[in-house]
């Protein structure tokens, strides 16, 4: 999440990037278009009020003129100097008035310049072109821009002739706007950003340059601009509209256009815009530097760059502070997903996932204690999961007492820990020990005390080639054998390993067993006092195709760990009925039957409906059946399982308490129970006649069945003296080879004949 929180935000980097880029070229388009517009209107404007004042001064030229041919008056010196210098008065903003014959001779002026201190203006190289033009032209002429010394200022001439009736010129009226009163004219000051330029479009002189320096005038106003400046204009400020500034003035008079040059000055890059005032045949530009546009541009992307920084400034704080939330929450996520949260140990994910880092690089041999608590199930289910939860929780406080010695210690589920350690082979084993006395030591809890008991497997290999799935399997076959006897250690070894292969071609095998027909039962006679034929007991046997005759103690076991017991009792108790139906009708005689039921089998629902259900379909009373049942079957659910008897109780199913003396059934428990059957273990019969112990302990067992009012059957009788010595104790029944192995079914008929003889 982390690394996605940045990439998002350097995606959303590189997007306000573009976004700034863009935004940049978009501010200095606009920049660009607002000022073209705005050098258009301001060349227009500027056009209008150029052509405004230079209209106002030809009319005054035109009313001055009027006067003078009237009656020859422009004839008369004196009086025509005496109306000039009475027109001065009211124009004293204009240069002064003269009038020249046409052959450029002053012939009157007005007061404030003398004639024959003036210059003849067709003599003179800076008037006498606009001079000639004048005399052709009926509209007033500007002239070049020039330093007229009688007044000592640079003007700008206004020229127009005067023509009798026949149109022939007769003189020529002169006026002259000062520069330096132009810019007052056109309203644009000295200092204004804006540039105004007027061009004389018949020469190419320039006519007027707003803001220039004096020191200037002579290159700007007495030299006609060059080839290479009018090609510059051509090519920059012209290309998108006209070829040549010759084609403005057809093309398009009075129109403004817009474009980039270089300053034919200056040399600087410019945007302009140009106008072609046809009247007066001028060219009128109006220039802005690019460096006004580059500031306006270099402000409005400074106001952005702080924007953007400004906001990348706050999405990266908050980035900042979600990039540590994540990591915080990621951390606590991590910890929950490697850590057990009843115990705070490190649980099995986080073993998959730190195994291997952790192994130190200078160890040789790596030990796996798997850890399971004996009798906690009991105590979980007696008092309940938040005692049970109590109860590990200080477990797993001892276990930690061992972290000197330990790489990990793991809760790996429900009861089971497990210890990582690195080069504490041997006393790997030693270890385990007082891990076992650690956990011996009784918790009180809730005001009660609790002991428990813990069975270790250990497995071993060598830290640069050990699997953890190997590891943890041969830990976990040696636990298994460590179960078998309780609070014990055992180590793994290749004869647990040969074991296991072992079971697990018994499970294989076991798993086709019934379809391939290889279950099938032996019966053991049970005898009475007198000898006479009581009943049989049930014994199923497996000759496997693969692994040919395989013992009901290796097999059984193995199928109620793989949930086959179920299936696999059902087979055997419709097979022994049925059997035993069909013998018992052949012979017409009845005898009890006897058949063992597990705890998986009898612990399943259904189950009591089932059995007896065989039964009535075997036609066999019910008087005449008993189930077996061993005394692990009473630390289950003590109230189903009381129910559950008293059900086959009254069904007439009698019952049988097989192999007691050797579990966990005591005395109340007895007395509660309805058993009609106790049944004394081989074990103890075996002793019966060399241990006083185990003497003692059978006769005490058949007096309980005697006080009960239970009948007692002594299994596993195989000499006389055996059976004089439990018959002397009040035994009922008996069972084992002095009588008669297990036999087929075939026998058993032969031996019930030879019996009822």
């Given at each position: 999440?982390?690394?996605?929180?940045?990439?998002?935000?350097?995606?959303?980097?590189?997007?306000?990037?573009?976004?700034?880029?863009?935004?940049?070229?978009?501010?200095?388009?606009?920049?660009?278009?607002?000022?073209?517009?705005?050098?258009?209107?301001?060349?227009?404007?500027?056009?209008?009020?150029?052509?405004?004042?230079?209209?106002?001064?030809?009319?005054?030229?035109?009313?001055?003129?009027?006067?003078?041919?009237?009656?020859?008056?422009?004839?008369?010196?004196?009086?025509?100097?005496?109306?000039?210098?009475?027109?001065?008065?009211?124009?004293?903003?204009?240069?002064?008035?003269?009038?020249?014959?046409?052959?450029?001779?002053?012939?009157?002026?007005?007061?404030?310049?003398?004639?024959?201190?003036?210059?003849?203006?067709?003599?003179?190289?800076?008037?006498?072109?606009?001079?000639?033009?004048?005399?052709?032209?009926?509209?007033?002429?500007?002239?070049?821009?020039?330093?007229?010394?009688?007044?000592?200022?640079?003007?700008?001439?206004?020229?127009?002739?005067?023509?009798?009736?026949?149109?022939?010129?007769?003189?020529?009226?002169?006026?002259?706007?000062?520069?330096?009163?132009?810019?007052?004219?056109?309203?644009?000051?000295?200092?204004?950003?804006?540039?105004?330029?007027?061009?004389?479009?018949?020469?190419?002189?320039?006519?007027?340059?707003?803001?220039?320096?004096?020191?200037?005038?002579?290159?700007?106003?007495?030299?006609?601009?060059?080839?290479?400046?009018?090609?510059?204009?051509?090519?920059?400020?012209?290309?998108?509209?006209?070829?040549?500034?010759?084609?403005?003035?057809?093309?398009?008079?009075?129109?403004?256009?817009?474009?980039?040059?270089?300053?034919?000055?200056?040399?600087?890059?410019?945007?302009?815009?140009?106008?072609?005032?046809?009247?007066?045949?001028?060219?009128?530009?109006?220039?802005?530097?690019?460096?006004?546009?580059?500031?306006?541009?270099?402000?409005?992307?400074?106001?952005?760059?702080?924007?953007?920084?400004?906001?990348?400034?706050?999405?990266?704080?908050?980035?900042?502070?979600?990039?540590?939330?994540?990591?915080?929450?990621?951390?606590?996520?991590?910890?929950?997903?490697?850590?057990?949260?009843?115990?705070?140990?490190?649980?099995?994910?986080?073993?998959?996932?730190?195994?291997?880092?952790?192994?130190?690089?200078?160890?040789?041999?790596?030990?796996?204690?798997?850890?399971?608590?004996?009798?906690?199930?009991?105590?979980?289910?007696?008092?309940?999961?938040?005692?049970?939860?109590?109860?590990?929780?200080?477990?797993?406080?001892?276990?930690?007492?061992?972290?000197?010695?330990?790489?990990?210690?793991?809760?790996?589920?429900?009861?089971?820990?497990?210890?990582?350690?690195?080069?504490?082979?041997?006393?790997?084993?030693?270890?385990?020990?007082?891990?076992?006395?650690?956990?011996?030591?009784?918790?009180?809890?809730?005001?009660?005390?609790?002991?428990?008991?813990?069975?270790?497997?250990?497995?071993?290999?060598?830290?640069?080639?050990?699997?953890?799935?190997?590891?943890?399997?041969?830990?976990?076959?040696?636990?298994?054998e460590a179960k078998n006897r309780k609070n014990w250690v055992e180590v793994f070894t290749e004869n647990l390993q040969i074991k296991s292969q072992k079971?697990?071609?018994?499970?294989?095998?076991?798993?086709?067993?019934?379809?391939?027909?290889?279950?099938?039962?032996?019966?053991?006679?049970?005898?009475?006092?007198?000898?006479?034929?009581?009943?049989?007991?049930?014994?199923?046997?497996?000759?496997?195709?693969?692994?040919?005759?395989?013992?009901?103690?290796?097999?059984?076991?193995?199928?109620?760990?793989?949930?086959?017991?179920?299936?696999?009792?059902?087979?055997?108790?419709?097979?022994?009925?049925?059997?035993?139906?069909?013998?018992?009708?052949?012979?017409?005689?009845?005898?009890?039957?006897?058949?063992?039921?597990?705890?998986?089998?009898?612990?399943?629902?259904?189950?009591?409906?089932?059995?007896?259900?065989?039964?009535?379909?075997?036609?066999?009373?019910?008087?005449?059946?008993?189930?077996?049942?061993?005394?692990?079957?009473?630390?289950?659910?003590?109230?189903?399982?009381?129910?559950?008897?008293?059900?086959?109780?009254?069904?007439?199913?009698?019952?049988?308490?097989?192999?007691?003396?050797?579990?966990?059934?005591?005395?109340?428990?007895?007395?509660?129970?309805?058993?009609?059957?106790?049944?004394?273990?081989?074990?103890?019969?075996?002793?019966?006649?060399?241990?006083?112990?185990?003497?003692?302990?059978?006769?005490?067992?058949?007096?309980?069945?005697?006080?009960?009012?239970?009948?007692?059957?002594?299994?596993?009788?195989?000499?006389?003296?055996?059976?004089?010595?439990?018959?002397?104790?009040?035994?009922?029944?008996?069972?084992?080879?002095?009588?008669?192995?297990?036999?087929?079914?075939?026998?058993?008929?032969?031996?019930?004949?030879?019996?009822?003889?």
């Amino acid at each position: 999440m982390t690394k996605n929180i940045w990439t998002v935000y350097y995606l959303i980097l590189l997007i306000s990037c573009i976004g700034l880029l863009g935004l940049g070229y978009a501010k200095h388009s606009q920049l660009y278009t607002n000022l073209s517009f705005k050098n258009k209107a301001d060349v227009k404007l500027a056009s209008k009020s150029i052509e405004s004042s230079l209209t106002e001064n030809e009319l005054l030229l035109d009313v001055l003129g009027s006067r003078l041919l009237e009656n020859g008056l422009y004839k008369n010196k004196q009086r025509a100097h005496f109306l000039l210098k009475q027109m001065r008065t009211t124009k004293p903003g204009l240069a002064g008035f003269g009038l020249a014959d046409i052959k450029g001779n002053f012939i009157a002026v007005s007061g404030n310049l003398e004639v024959p201190n003036l210059p003849n203006l067709l003599e003179l190289p800076e008037t006498r072109e606009d001079f000639q033009a004048a005399l052709n032209s009926h509209n007033m002429v500007i002239g070049r821009t020039y330093y007229f010394e009688p007044i000592n200022e640079w003007i700008i001439p206004l020229r127009k002739a005067l023509r009798d009736e026949q149109g022939n010129p007769v003189a020529v009226m002169t006026t002259g706007v000062k520069v330096e009163d132009l810019n007052k004219l056109v309203g644009i000051s000295k200092q204004a950003e804006t540039n105004l330029t007027i061009i004389n479009a018949r020469n190419f002189y320039r006519t007027f340059v707003n803001g220039i320096d004096l020191t200037l005038f002579s290159k700007v106003y007495l030299e006609p601009m060059s080839k290479e400046a009018r090609k510059s204009v051509d090519k920059n400020l012209l290309n998108a509209h006209l070829p040549t500034l010759e084609q403005v003035k057809t093309k398009i008079p009075n129109i403004p256009i817009s474009g980039e040059s270089i300053d034919t000055l200056t040399k600087e890059p410019i945007v302009g815009a140009l106008i072609y005032n046809s009247k007066y045949d001028l060219y009128i530009v109006v220039k802005q530097t690019l460096l006004t546009t580059r500031n306006d541009f270099i402000n409005a992307i400074l106001t952005y760059v702080v924007l953007f920084i400004l906001f990348h400034t706050v999405l990266i704080l908050l980035v900042r502070r979600i990039h540590i939330n994540e990591s915080t929450a990621r951390k606590h996520l991590k910890d929950q997903v490697e850590h057990d949260s009843l115990t705070g140990l490190y649980n099995r994910y986080y073993l998959k996932q730190a195994f291997h880092q952790s192994i130190p690089t200078n160890a040789t041999t790596i030990s796996l204690m798997f850890i399971d608590l004996d009798n906690f199930k009991h105590i979980n289910d007696t008092f309940g999961h938040s005692t049970g939860d109590q109860l590990l929780i200080e477990v797993s406080k001892r276990l930690k007492s061992f972290k000197a010695h330990a790489l990990h210690i793991i809760r790996f589920g429900g009861d089971e820990f497990i210890i990582v350690m690195a080069d504490k082979s041997p006393q790997d084993f030693n270890i385990a020990k007082q891990v076992i006395e650690t956990l011996s030591v009784s918790y009180l809890i809730n005001g009660m005390n609790f002991t428990i008991g813990a069975s270790i497997g250990i497995a071993r290999e060598n830290a640069d080639s050990c699997n953890l799935n190997t590891l943890l399997s041969h830990a976990d076959l040696a636990l298994y054998e460590a179960k078998n006897r309780k609070n014990w250690v055992e180590v793994f070894t290749e004869n647990l390993q040969i074991k296991s292969q072992k079971v697990s071609k018994i499970e294989h095998n076991l798993r086709t067993a019934l379809e391939n027909n290889e279950i099938y039962l032996n019966y053991q006679p049970q005898v009475n006092k007198d000898g006479k034929l009581h009943g049989v007991e049930c014994l199923v046997r497996w000759n496997s195709k693969g692994l040919g005759f395989v013992p009901p103690d290796e097999f059984i076991s193995v199928a109620e760990d793989i949930g086959m017991m179920p299936i696999l009792g059902q087979h055997i108790t419709e097979m022994a009925l049925t059997e035993m139906s069909v013998l018992q009708k052949r012979l017409n005689h009845h005898f009890q039957i006897s058949i063992n039921v597990s705890i998986k089998q009898f612990m399943q629902d259904q189950f009591f409906e089932e059995f007896t259900a065989c039964i009535e379909q075997s036609g066999i009373p019910f008087k005449y059946i008993t189930i077996e049942i061993t005394e692990s079957l009473l630390i289950e659910d003590m109230d189903f399982i009381f129910s559950m008897l008293e059900h086959f109780r009254r069904k007439d199913i009698s019952i049988s308490l097989d192999d007691f003396g050797t579990g966990y059934s005591s005395l109340s428990l007895l007395r509660q129970l309805p058993i009609q059957e106790l049944k004394i273990d081989k074990a103890f019969v075996d002793d019966i006649l060399d241990d006083s112990k185990d003497s003692t302990l059978v006769k005490n067992i058949i007096n309980i069945g005697n006080e009960f009012g239970m009948n007692t059957l002594a299994e596993g009788v195989e000499l006389k003296e055996q059976l004089e010595q439990l018959s002397n104790f009040e035994c009922d029944l008996f069972q084992g080879y002095f009588f008669s192995k297990p036999l087929s079914l075939d026998d058993l008929e032969t031996f019930i004949k030879t019996k009822s003889t």
